[in-house]
Structures are given as C-alpha cells and as structure tokens.
C-alpha cells in the first residue's frame, strides 16, 4: 500500500502539479519518503502515515494559504530542491554523511530562487520543473519500493530520464501544443471572398441649353424697343 500510494502521489504531481496544492501536497510526500528513509527499521505503515500525513500538510498549506500565498510558494520551492537532492542520492545508495545535509541545503536554495525568478514570466517555469522533478523521483521511488531489484540499476535511472521529460512536455504545454497545430494550417487558407459588385453608374447631371444673346445685341433690343415705345409719344410732344 505504501508504494503504490507514492506511485499515485507522483502521477497526480505530474498531471496536475501546475496547481499550487497538488504541488505542495507532492512535496510534502517527498520530504516524508525522505524522512521514512532515514528510519528503515520502521513498518510500512508508519512510513504511509508519515507520507501521507506531510502531503495532506502540504495540500492544505498551500490551499488555504491565500494571504501568504507568495511565502508558500517560496517555502514550497525550498522543501522541493532539498527533498530532490536527498531522494536522487538515497536513490542511488550515496551516502556521505554531512555532506549530503550540505548538499540538501543546496538544493533548497537553487529551488527557491529556480521558484523566485520564474514568478515574473507568464507561465510559471520553476513550478513546472519542480513539479516534474517531484512526480518523477516519487514515481521512480515508488517503483523502488515495490519492485527491490529496480533500485540502483541503469532502468531505474532512464526511467527517471523518460518520466522527467514526458512531464515537463505535458506541464509545459507542448503536447498541447502539437495537437493545436492543425487548426491555424487551416485558418491559414481563408475562402476565396466573393467577386465585388460593380457599382451602380452614377447619375448624368442635367444638360441646360442657356442662350446667351451677345451684349451688343441685347443693347440694340433695348434701344429699338425704347425707340420704337418713345417714337409715337415724342411726335405728339412735338406737335
């Protein structure tokens, strides 16, 4: 039961671990593999409940924790790079004292800032590659635990290999975005717009015929008229 709860831990991180409580939830898992680890005499139902225990902590710290949402995330990221450092050299049987303590602390620290800066971009990097790196090592543990003579061996480590770069395709969107690219193919080859109609003529202005008389003749119409008017009315007056 408790390495196939691990296995499952690992595959929801995988799928779902760009949601912060799945993340947190996958990390506190981790840290409590590492600390069942360092009690190997212990029943496999203290380590469950260790493991399952931390990860229901980290699912409802980072669910509930919406005012110091920031603070979490960093503390998530530092509980991820130490908790890898110390499950990758448990995983390979290194055993060097303090120096993997040192080591750990690394680990966080590289998590924290890997978590700090990819807070700034658009989409959250650090959390997919930590998220990545977490399912994969519980996976990877998970199948340790169940199966003794897959540990330390070159299948445990391409198993790693393949589970880290299938997930980080999946969370980073490039399955996605393979699947996505038939669609602009498509749109790229736009209907052929219909033939534009002619537009209507428009319409002739009116042709006005204006006669116009020459002013010299206008002037000679004028004077007749006034001679021919006056000419009656002068000879009366004369006589």
């Known amino acids: 039961m408790y390495p196939i709860a691990v296995i499952a831990l690992g595959v929801a991180v995988l799928l779902f671990g760009r949601r912060l409580a799945v993340l947190g939830a996958a990390v506190g898992g981790l840290v409590g593999v590492v600390l069942a680890s360092l009690f190997p005499e212990a029943s496999t139902t203290v380590q469950l409940i260790i493991v399952l225990g931390l990860a229901l902590g980290g699912f409802f710290a980072a669910a509930f924790a919406r005012g110091i949402i920031e603070v979490v995330i960093l503390v998530i990221g530092a509980f991820a790079g130490a ?54 090592l519980l996976i990877v543990r998970g199948l340790g635990l169940l199966f003794p003579q897959f540990r ?80 009656p009315a002068a000879a009366g007056a004369s006589d």
């Open 83 to 136: 908790a890898a450092v110390m499950t990758i050299l448990n995983l390979f049987n290194i055993d060097q004292g303090l120096l993997n303590w040192l080591l750990a602390v690394v680990g966080g620290v590289i998590g924290l800032m890997l978590i700090r800066r990819s807070r700034r971009g658009s989409r959250d990097w650090g959390m997919v590659i930590l998220a990545d790196l977490v399912g994969a």
């Open 152 to 231: 330390d061996t070159t299948f445990s480590g391409l198993t790693l290999l393949v589970l880290l770069v299938a997930g980080f395709a999946y969370q980073g969107g490039y399955l996605n975005r393979k699947k996505a690219a038939p669609a602009p193919a498509a749109a790229a080859t736009p209907a052929p717009a219909a033939a534009p109609k002619p537009a209507a003529p428009a319409p002739a202005a009116p042709i006005v015929d204006v006669d116009v008389d020459p002013p010299t003749a206008d002037v000679d119409v004028d004077v007749d008229v006034a001679v021919g008017a006056g000419g």
